[in-house]
C-alpha cells in the first residue's frame, strides 16, 4: 500500500509491504524511517505485512499489522527522529483499513477509525495515549475499507455492503446494499459529503452523506454508477475535494481512468 | 495421433498421472506453510507431470497445454464469487478426479485423503484470509492474456484477451442483490427507505455449495471444460498489447532455486519412472493439427512467452 500522510509541517510518504514499513519525503528522494515487521508475533502458516495508513490529529501516523496490532508513530516537525510511541491490540485480525477524521468531529467522535478481517472497527481518540472510544462489533463480514467524516464512520464490506455508522455511539444509520461483490475501495471528498466507492462488481458508485436538518438523521443517497467493464476495481479515489472528479484503477489494468463531471 | 490411442492407454496415463500427482510425499510437501512456487518452479513441476507416463509431447504442444491451463486456472480464481469459493473450485476439480480413477480404489484412496486434508485446512480461513490467498494467486497471473480459443468461442474471453465480467446473474453466498438503501435513527428504527439502479441484473442465489467430502457445489467454475468434444487452441499474436513495461522475470539464477526444484523432482520422479520398455516408443501427444503445424509453433513463439525450462537429473 502507498499514501500521502499529511502533517502541518510536512508530507511523507508511507509504504507498507510484507517486510515493514517505509517512510519517504514527499519527493521520494529520502527514505526517513525503516520498521521491520515483527515475524515472532505470528504463528508459522500466518502471513505477515502492514496494511492501513492514516495520518491522525496532525501528529502521528498510524500503521496496521496483519496481526491486528496498530503501530502509532510520533512523526516530528522535520528530521529522521520518528518514533514508536504506541502500539494499539484491540484487534484480533489483520487489519484492513485506518481513516482519520477528514471534517469537523463532533464532541465525542473521535480522530481515527481502525478496521479489521473480522469486521470488528475501533473508534479512538488520538494524543500521548491513544483511547478508545468505542468498538462497532462485526456482524460475519471483513471490513476492507473505512473512512471518518464529520463523526460519520462509512464502512465498505467484503459482501458488498457500505454501512454508517455514529462515530460517537457506534449506532448504526445506514445499510446500503450497495454492490455484488467484495468493496476494495471507499473515498470521501470532504467539502461535500460524497462518499466513492469500487469493488470488484466493475461498479464505481457516487454517494451523498449529509445530515437531515431536522431530525439530523444521517442520510445517504446515490449520486452516479460507472461500470468499468470487464475490470475488477481495486483502487477508486476523488481527485478534488469537492468530489467532482475521480481516478480508478483495476486487476490487470495497466491505466488510470479518470471520470469527471 | 491421439486417434491412435486405445482406451487402456488412456487409462493408463490417466492414473499414472494421477497417482503422481497425489503422492503422498508430495501432497505432504505441498501443505507445509511456504511462498507461491515461482513461475519457473510451477512449469517445472507441470512438465514432470504431464510425462508421469506413457505419454510425451515436444515442446510446441508443452507450450501450449501449459498455457491452456494457466488460462484457465486464472478463468476460475478471478470469477469467483467470494474468496471462499476457490475451495469449492477446488474440489470441483478433485470430484472430477474422482471419477476418472473411479475404477482404481487405491487411487481413489490417495484423492480421498489429500480432500480430507484440504478440509481440515482450508475449512476455517477467514474470508479475508481467503481473499489473501486469491490476491497472492491472482497476482501471480497479472498480465497473462493468452486467449484461449474454447474461451473466445463461448463469449467468456475477449479477443483483447481480457475475461468478461458478467454484471448479471446470481449474487455470492452472503452478498445482497444491489439496490436497497436503509436509514435508522438513532434509536435503531428504520425511518427511510430508498432503492438505485445500476444496470447489472442480478438476482438472489438459490443455495451454498457444499464444503464436505461429497455434496453439491452449485458453482460450476473448475468443473471439466472439455466433457464434450472440444478444440484445443491457444492464441499469442496481439495479446501483449500493454504498453507498461511488466517487471521481467530475474535472469541471475538463485542458487537455491535448482536446489528445490532437484528436490520437487525427486519428489515427483520417486515411483518407478514409467520408461516404455521393448518395442513400445511410447506415445506422443501432439495438440496441433499437424506435425509440421507444430514445429512451425515451436519456431515462431514470441520469445517473450518462452518458459525457460531447467532440466533436472531426477535419477537416483
Keep these: 500500500q502507498a499514501a500521502w500522510c499529511v502533517l502541518p509541517s510536512r508530507v511523507l510518504l508511507v509504504l507498507t509491504s510484507q517486510k515493514g514499513i517505509q517512510m519517504y519525503e514527499s519527493d521520494g528522494s529520502i527514505m526517513v524511517y525503516w520498521h521491520a515487521l515483527d515475524v515472532g508475533e505470528h504463528s508459522p502458516a500466518q502471513a505477515v ?9 496532525n501528529r502521528f501516523i498510524c500503521v496496521g499489522t496483519s496481526s491486528g496490532s496498530v503501530l502509532v508513530f510520533d512523526i516530528p516537525p522535520k528530521g529522521t527522529n520518528i518514533t514508536v510511541s504506541e502500539v494499539l491490540e484491540q484487534h484480533h485480525d489483520a487489519i484492513t483499513d485506518i481513516a482519520a477524521e477528514l471534517g469537523q468531529a463532533p464532541d465525542g467522535a473521535g480522530d481515527v477509525v481502525t478496521a479489521d478481517d473480522a469486521g470488528t472497527i475501533c473508534v479512538w481518540e488520538a494524543g500521548e495515549e491513544f483511547a478508545l472510544l468505542g468498538k462497532i462489533p462485526a456482524f460475519g463480514c471483513s471490513c476492507s475499507s473505512v473512512k471518518l ?21 457506534g449506532v448504526l444509520c445506514a445499510e ?6 467484495w468493496i476494495y475501495a471507499l473515498d470521501l471528498a470532504p467539502h461535500t459529503g460524497k462518499l466513492l466507492s469500487g469493488a470488484e462488481d466493475s461498479f464505481v458508485h457516487v454517494w451523498k452523506i449529509s445530515r437531515n436538518l431536522d431530525t439530523d438523521d444521517v442520510e445517504i443517497q446515490h449520486c452516479h454508477a460507472e461500470c468499468v467493464t470487464d475490470t475488477q476495481v481495486c483502487g477508486a479515489r476523488f481527485c478534488d475535494p469537492e468530489g467532482d472528479s475521480f481516478a480508478v484503477t483495476g486487476y490487470d489494468l495497466s491505466e488510470i481512468f479518470r471520470y469527471g463531471r | 495421433r491421439v486417434d491412435e490411442w486405445t482406451d487402456v492407454d488412456r487409462k493408463r496415463v490417466m492414473n499414472d498421472i494421477i497417482t503422481t500427482m497425489f503422492n503422498k510425499k508430495f501432497m505432504e510437501e505441498l501443505f507445509k506453510p511456504q511462498e507461491l512456487y515461482s513461475k519457473k518452479a510451477l512449469r517445472t513441476v507441470y512438465d514432470r507431470l504431464a510425462h508421469a507416463s506413457i505419454m510425451r509431447l ?13 488460462m484457465a486456472f486464472k478463468y476460475q480464481v478471478l470469477l469467483c464469487p467470494r474468496p471462499k469459493d476457490i475451495l469449492l473450485v477446488t474440489f470441483n476439480h478433485l470430484d472430477t478426479i474422482k471419477d476418472f480413477i473411479r475404477d482404481a480404489p487405491g487411487i481413489l484412496n490417495q484423492v480421498d485423503e489429500t480432500f480430507r486434508q484440504l478440509i481440515e485446512t482450508y475449512s476455517c480461513l477467514s474470508a479475508g484470509e481467503f481473499q489473501l490467498i486469491r490476491q497472492t494467486l491472482l497476482v501471480f497471473f497479472q498480465d497473462m492474456h ?5 474461451f473466445l468461442k463461448d463469449k467468456v474471453q475477449n479477443s483483447n484477451g481480457r475475461f468478461v465480467l458478467p454484471i448479471s446473474g446470481p449474487v455470492p453466498w452472503g ?8 436509514m435508522f435513527n438513532r434509536n435503531g428504527e428504520e425511518v427511510k427507505r430508498t432503492e438505485f439502479s445500476t444496470g447489472g441484473n442480478y438476482v438472489t442465489p438459490q443455495r451454498e455449495g457444499s464444503f464436505d467430502l461429497y455434496g453439491d457445489r452449485v458453482l460450476k467454475l473448475g468443473t471439466n471444460m472439455y466433457s464434450i468434444s472440444r478444440p484445443v487452441e491457444t492464441h499469442m499474436s496481439g495479446s501483449s498489447k500493454t504498453s507498461a513495461p511488466h517487471a521481467k522475470e530475474s535472469i541471475v539464477p538463485n542458487p537455491l532455486a535448482k536446489e528445490e526444484l532437484n528436490f520437487l523432482a525427486r519428489l515427483l520422479g520417486g ?6 520398455g521393448g518395442s513400445e516408443t511410447g506415445f506422443r501427444l501432439n495438440l496441433f493439427t499437424t506435425d509440421e503445424e507444430e514445429e512451425h509453433a515451436a519456431l515462431t513463439r514470441p520469445e517473450e512467452f518462452s518458459y525457460k ?6 535419477t537416483q
Design chain 1, 49 to 57: 505485512f502492514a496494511r492501513g495508513i492514516a495520518a491522525a490529529a
Design chain 1, 149 to 169: 467524516w464529520n463523526g460519520i464512520v462509512a464502512a465498505g464490506y467484503g459482501n458488498g455492503q457500505i454501512r454508517l455508522y455514529e462515530a460517537a455511539t
Design chain 1, 176 to 181: 446500503v446494499n450497495a454492490h455484488a461483490r
Design chain 2, 58 to 70: 515436444n515442446q510446441a504442444s508443452m507450450d501450449k497445454l501449459y498455457d491452456l491451463m494457466t
Design chain 2, 146 to 150: 493468452i486467449r484461449v480459443s474454447i
Design chain 2, 175 to 182: 452478498t445482497e442483490v444491489p439496490g436497497l438503501i436503509r
Design chain 2, 271 to 276: 515411483l518407478e519412472v514409467k520408461k516404455p
Design chain 2, 309 to 314: 525450462v531447467i532440466n533436472i537429473e531426477a
